[in-house]
């Protein structure tokens, strides 16, 4: 048998078309072969050679389908501005409504009032292609944000209020510091001048008139003076007295007692060997008694309360009497255990009235006017008498006071 007839070719002219016919005419001549096995032979030939380079496919066209399409209805209470997942859609009157065509799915709806100050944005869900209504409710936060500026506008009426108030004390303030300068001044220039003639101010002859006032206010600045100035006693903060508290009964008592601003106190009394305690915070009170048996602390009764809540602070009732609301009046003059003494209303800020007997010779306290006691089912009025001044860091203190409730012996 002859070899095939690509054996005598190259390679590429059994692949290549041109080959092909080229071998189809050497099958012809060579052999005489008939036509229907040359046509047979170039069909297979021709396969062969397309399947060496692969199939040549063309892709498919790619068929889209058009997106669903649904209606949304933006309803709006207040007149305002929407926008739809971030574009701008334009205005909506109050009570009125827009519609936009969407694709299903969640969609973002903002809705701004016209004054740009309030907005409320929602998300909202299209399921199906009918009709979504989108209610959108301005008006609550229109509402929320006008009553919290009202809110605002108020509390800073209030602030301004009491700061205007605030100031308007501190120049009564100042204006009764200076009228007191001047009185000291004044009251100061008189001692001076006395002194010059070798005697006190004659004030017992001063009429108790329209000069009144002045005349008292002279009087609590020569006090105040005398006990070692406002400033020094603006300065103490705390004051503690030790001693012994008389009694009929049980004898020479020790005691400490502490004060400190604003009307705080507490009191600590020896007896037989055990401690009597009073504490009063300014506000309420507690007590505890062992010598009457009771182991427990117990709060203040109503009346205890009201008794603690009437008492000086640590400068008195005379320092800064002004600024505590108290107005003084001279009543006269008085004798109290052989001095001479102005006689002193205080009628404080409220409405309680009390006495305070001042030396004329020294302007010290002789004696003031206690809070009455409820002794024996009646109320019976309290005298305090101060004796035996002494300086104490130029702070001038009495180290020994009596207390003398009326009708009582031995008080």
């Known amino acids: 048998m002859r070899p095939a007839p690509c054996l005598e070719m190259s390679h590429e002219v059994c692949k290549d078309g041109n ?16 036509p229907f096995f040359v046509a047979l032979a170039l069909v297979t030939l021709t396969a062969f050679a397309q399947q060496d380079e692969g199939p040549i496919l063309k892709p498919k066209k790619p068929v889209t389908k058009p997106a669903a399409s649904a209606t949304l209805l933006v309803i709006c209470d207040l007149a305002c501005n929407w926008k739809l997942d971030g574009d701008a859609k334009g205005h909506i009157d109050a009570g009125g409504s827009a519609k936009a065509k969407v694709e299903l799915g969640q969609h973002l709806v903002a809705a701004t009032t016209e004054d740009g100050l309030d907005q409320v944005k929602q998300l909202s869900e299209v399921r199906s292609i009918s009709q979504t209504v989108v209610n959108i409710e301005l008006k609550p936060v229109h509402e929320t944000r006008l009553k919290t500026e009202q809110e605002a506008r ?9 700061r205007e108030d605030r100031e308007a004390r501190e120049k009564a303030a100042r204006e009764q510091q200076e009228k ?24 017992r002859n001063e009429a108790v008139s329209a000069t009144t006032e002045m005349s008292a206010a002279r009087i609590v600045d020569q006090n105040v003076s005398a006990r070692g100035g406002l400033e020094a006693w603006r300065a103490i903060r705390t004051l503690s007295f030790t001693g012994k508290l008389g009694t009929e009964a049980a004898g020479q008592l020790p005691f400490v007692m502490q004060l400190e601003r604003p009307r705080k106190r507490r009191l600590e009394i020896q007896f037989k060997g055990q401690t009597a305690v009073q504490v009063f915070d300014g506000s309420n ?13 117990e709060p203040f009764t109503a009346e205890e309360l009201k ?69 024996g089912g009646k109320i019976s009025p309290v005298e305090i008498f101060y004796r035996d001044y002494k300086s104490v860091d130029g702070l001038m203190v009495p180290y020994v006071l009596e207390t003398i409730v009326q009708g009582v012996k031995q008080s």
Do not use: C
């Not at 080959?19 to 008939?34: D, E, P, R, V, Y």
């Not at 007191?180 to 004030?203: K, Y």
């Not at 209303?345 to 030396?359: P, Q, T, Y």
């Open 19 to 34: 080959g092909l016919i080229t071998f189809a005419l050497l099958l012809i001549n060579k052999w005489k072969m008939a």
């Open 180 to 203: 007191e300068q001047t009185t000291r001044e004044e009251a100061a220039r008189a001692q001076r001048e006395s002194v010059q003639r070798g005697r006190m101010p004659d004030v």
């Open 285 to 297: 009170g507690w007590k505890l008694r062992p010598y009457r048996g009771r182991q427990e602390v």
């Open 307 to 375: 008794m603690a809540s009437m008492q000086d602070d640590i400068d008195g009732p005379l320092v800064d009497y002004a600024a505590k609301g108290t107005q003084v009046t001279l009543e006269g003059i008085e004798k109290v255990e052989g001095h001479d003494a102005f006689k002193l209303r205080l009628d404080k800020r409220g409405g309680e009235v009390r006495r305070v007997w001042i030396e004329t010779q020294t302007f010290l306290e002789l004696k003031i006017e206690g809070t009455p006691r409820r002794l």
């Open 154 to 162: 108020n509390e800073a009426e209030r602030e301004k209020k009491e």
